[in-house]
């Protein structure tokens, strides 16, 4: 069978759905702490005297352990599994979705158009995304605020999900909720583009079933999406950068404010250099690997086909 082949006619879009939240609840679920860890070393701002809370992955990991224990490895992870399920199934139907509509005749589907269809999957994703990002930062966040805020001697009042999310609509409406709706599409997309392709010619390499059906075994799908999520997420780490620091709505006494993505590109360059914007990339990489594997290979198992009794198809 030759790469990127459909090999059926029919596609139903429901089952796709359901594996994609199923897929997503699952991968977030054993990932959440490196994620937490990740968005705490972004959002850290090196200090006058170049002073930093956190040194590197490990010691976020034991400070944040020390200072809020097992479950403040997991805050913020409620409003992430919550809307996780509508992200990860847009994401990935809607990459199955473009893929097969976006197919020629001959049943091919060249690189460029697998491009163009990740990238309009990651388009479509921001609706969810957006307002899970910035929820999921204020909650993140809120630990190394409160320590810094603690040696400085100051209070800090921690908020839950519901009530950022109650005060963003009534002071700014339902806009105030797509904060960084910019930068999140900046990085999704070109996310996606870069992710989707390399992982449908990593999974086409890979060994394929016995039973005839042309799909790759359940643990060549789990590596391919390693791998294509790993460098993916290194690719566009800059973005998640960007996107990070824009949907910080609380910032630390001396941190520097940001107004749109040019200015925190231009303010971040100036104070703290390019290898800013790769900060937290190797946690990400840690982190979206398993993520996309898991993801991919529930998606593979077909699980809601099973359940519903409809033949998987191949996009």
Do not use: H
């Not at 006058?48 to 490895?73: A, P």
């Not at 994703?125 to 409160?146: F, S, Y």
């Not at 996606?192 to 449908?200: C, D, E, G, K, N």
């Amino acid at each position: 069978m030759a790469p990127n082949e459909i090999t059926t006619k029919q596609f139903s879009l429901v089952p796709k759905i359901i594996n994609g939240g199923i897929a997503g609840i699952i991968g977030v679920s054993c990932v959440f702490p490196l994620d937490l860890v990740k968005t705490r070393l972004q959002n850290q701002q090196v200090g006058s005297n170049g002073e930093k809370l956190y040194k590197s992955m490990f010691d976020c990991f034991r400070k944040t352990y020390k200072t809020e224990g097992y479950f403040g490895m997991y805050r913020g992870s409620a409003v992430n599994i919550l809307l996780i399920t509508p992200e990860k199934a847009i994401k990935l139907a809607a990459n199955d979705f473009f893929r097969y509509n976006l197919t020629t005749k001959e049943g091919k589907l060249p690189v460029i158009r697998q491009m163009v269809a990740g990238g309009l999957a990651g388009l479509c994703q921001i609706i969810i995304t957006t307002p899970m990002e910035l929820l999921k930062i204020q909650m993140q966040d809120a630990g190394r605020i409160a320590t810094q805020a603690k040696a400085s001697g100051k209070t800090y009042s921690k908020s839950t999900a519901t009530q950022i999310a109650l005060d963003l609509f009534k002071t700014k409406g339902l806009a105030g909720l797509y904060k960084g709706t910019g930068a999140t599409m900046l990085r999704d997309v070109s996310f996606s583009i870069v992710y989707f392709p390399l992982f449908a010619t990593l999974n086409d390499l890979g060994p394929r079933k016995s039973d005839a059906s042309g799909e790759a075994v359940f643990w060549c799908s789990f590596l391919s999406g390693c791998a294509a999520g790993s460098l993916a997420a290194l690719a566009v780490n800059p973005f998640d950068v960007i996107k990070t620091r824009l949907q910080a709505l609380r910032k630390v006494e001396g941190e520097v404010q940001f107004n749109g993505v040019s200015d925190c590109i231009r303010k971040t360059l100036s104070n703290e250099g390019p290898q800013a914007f790769f900060k937290g990339g190797l946690c990400r990489m840690i982190v979206i690997a398993p993520l996309f594997g898991i993801a991919q290979m529930v998606y593979f198992l077909g699980v809601a086909e099973t359940l519903l009794g409809i033949k998987q198809t191949k996009v």
